[in-house]
T-cell receptor, first 113, second 116 residues
Framework: AQSVTQPDIHITVSEGASLELRCNYS??????LFWYVQSPGQGLQLLLK??????LVQGIKGFEAEFKRSQSSFNLRKPSVHWSDAAEYFC???????????FGAGTRLFVKA | GAGVSQSPSNKVTEKGKDVELRCDPI?????LYWYRQSLGQGLEFLIY????????KSGLPSDRFSAERTGGSVSTLTIQRTQQEDSAVYLC??????????????FGEGSRLTVL
């Protein structure tokens, strides 16, 4: 069965510092992998996705993620965090065609001045 | 419509009452999902529809929960005899699972349910 683990419930970083949010997945085949962001009072928005090909994918708002099959990981990174990045971030794994996309518990990011 | 629309946005009900939550997906999107987000929790998968059928309803917490979709469009999630633990935000998402499928789920703003 598919599952997604985000080991960090919350993370605090200083504005301008780099960020890495961890995500580990379990899936029997090549997964579709996603990162979504949920800003306060807003709906979920797709940041980036991985289907195949280059294992380093670029997303919106300066985010990137790297798929590492050997580690079953899909960590999200950003070189320099902005205060507006404070939000909850969800990693997700989907089956072919996007069916039954399963989400992790989320990591809440706090940004301090 | 332009986006996924959910109603009501907020619902307060008394324990034991039935509630209906509605989702109107993006026009032309063939697949529709329901998730539940409880305070401090992730998104819990409830059910998904492909057209009007539900190939996977394994996430429905109990037989008090049911959902239907008609005309390949609007879906209704019904919770009977609500309990306090049903309090959560119920999120609907749709996806174009056809030839142009990118895997991206498009979410509505959610329906916040509070059971007193």
């Amino acid at each position: 069965a598919q599952s997604v683990t985000q080991p960090d419930i919350h993370i605090t970083v200083s504005e301008g510092a780099s960020l890495e949010l961890r995500c580990n997945y379990s899936y029997g085949a090549t997964p579709y992998l996603f990162w979504y962001v949920q800003s306060p009072g807003q709906g979920l928005q797709l940041l980036l996705k991985y289907f195949s090909g280059d294992t380093l994918v670029q997303g919106i708002k300066g985010f990137e993620a790297e798929f590492k099959r050997s580690q079953s990981s899909f960590n999200l990174r950003k070189p320099s965090v902005h205060w507006s990045d404070a939000a909850e971030y969800f990693c997700a794994v989907g089956a072919t065609g996007g069916f039954k996309t399963i989400f992790g518990a989320g990591t809440r990011l706090f940004v301090k001045a | 419509g332009a986006g996924v629309s959910q109603s009501p946005s907020n619902k307060v009900t008394e324990k034991g009452k039935d509630v209906e939550l509605r989702c109107d997906p993006i026009s032309g999107h063939t697949a529709l999902y329901w998730y539940r987000q409880s305070l401090g929790q992730g998104l819990e998968f409830l059910i998904y529809f492909q057209g009007n059928s539900a190939p996977d309803k394994s996430g429905l917490p109990s037989d008090r929960f049911s959902a239907e979709r008609t005309g390949g469009s609007v879906s209704t999630l019904t919770i009977q005899r609500t309990q306090q633990e049903d309090s959560a935000v119920y999120l609907c998402a749709s996806i174009n699972s056809g030839g142009t499928n990118t895997g991206e789920l498009f979410f509505g703003e959610g329906s916040r349910l509070t059971v007193l």
